[in-house]
């Protein structure tokens, strides 16, 4: 079963809910961002860390 959660908070992708796993990530702040824009998060923040 697949249900519409919400959108990416940076790309406004639609994030959906399989089987009960989302396919994004919750933030702190209870906004939804995909996979995609927070690995690209991760990565701004690594290369800011050196």
Known sequence: MQEL???CKEC???IFC???FINGVVLEDKHLI???CFDKEQ???V???D
């Open 5 to 7: 959660v919400g959108r």
């Open 34 to 36: 995909c996979f995609n």
């Open 18 to 20: 399989n089987d009960g």
């Open 12 to 14: 406004k992708k639609q």
């Open 43 to 45: 990565e701004q923040s």
């Open 47 to 49: 290369d800011h860390n």
